[in-house]
């Protein structure tokens, strides 16, 4: 079984939907992170969360909110989607709990999303 | 701001061949790390090779090989015997201890010929 999975994989809306990204991880890490990738773009950081009590903006936040209902669970909302939030989107994890300065990022499989 | 820049979007190579990605980066720390990405086809991003800015010796991974130059602040990818499965986007990446977040750049297409 995937350690990070994200549900889900792919999905069509239409503009002013509410949609939610969901991203569940089974490694035990505490950070959890979600990114959003275009074309030419790379990867941009939207929200990251450090632990449950802990949630950030990252470069791209505006028009997206985040629940990190617990350690394992990191969901990301579209209040009202809008056609150039069409992207694939990205849940990554790593674990800081044993002090090191820097651990592996572990991506999820991304989420196709696709507003009309 | 750190910034990461890959200047070359689509490159090609015959299979067996060598091929090297360029990436530049910008920074004020002195603690970071480096890293590449693949994400083929099917999206997934894996990571390919990393460095830390403390080390001297550049990282190798099998066919793949970094040529850090810390002063130039560069980056780049080797890949040797290039194979078909190769065939993916590669992602340069840097992360600083400052800011805690990884910085990607914005791609390189890399298409291996049979």
């Known amino acids: 079984d995937a350690d990070v999975t994200q549900t889900p994989r792919n999905r069509i809306t239409k503009t002013g939907k509410r949609i939610m990204l969901e991203c569940s991880q089974t490694k035990g890490h505490d950070r959890m992170y979600w990114y959003r990738q275009d074309p030419g773009l790379g990867l941009r950081l939207i929200y990251y969360?450090?632990?449950?009590?802990?949630?950030n903006k990252g470069e791209i936040s505006d028009g997206y909110s985040v629940s990190r209902q617990a350690q394992a669970k990191f969901s990301l909302s579209l209040e009202s989607a809008i056609p150039n939030q069409t992207a694939l989107y990205f849940c990554?994890?790593?674990?800081?709990?044993?002090?090191?300065?820097?651990?592996?990022?572990?991506f999820g499989p991304g989420t196709r999303l696709t507003v009309l | 701001a750190q910034t990461v820049t890959q200047s070359q979007p689509e490159m090609s190579v015959q299979e067996a061949e060598t091929v090297t990605l360029s990436c530049t980066y910008d920074?004020?720390?002195?603690?970071?790390?480096l890293f590449w990405y693949k994400q083929p086809p099917s999206r997934q991003m894996i990571l390919v090779i990393r460095?830390?800015?403390?080390?001297?010796q550049n990282a190798t991974e099998n066919r793949f090989s970094v040529n850090f130059q810390k002063a130039a602040k560069s980056f780049s990818l080797k890949i040797s015997d290039s194979q078909l499965g190769d065939t993916a986007m590669y992602f340069c990446a840097f992360y600083g201890g400052a800011t805690n977040k990884l910085i990607f750049g914005t791609g390189t297409l890399l298409a291996v010929q049979p």
């Open positions: 969360s450090f632990d449950v009590k802990d949630i």
């Open positions: 920074t004020s720390e002195s603690n970071y790390y």
């Open positions: 460095q830390e800015a403390y080390k001297q």
């Open positions: 990554a994890t790593s674990d800081h709990s044993s002090g090191l300065s820097y651990n592996e990022q572990f």
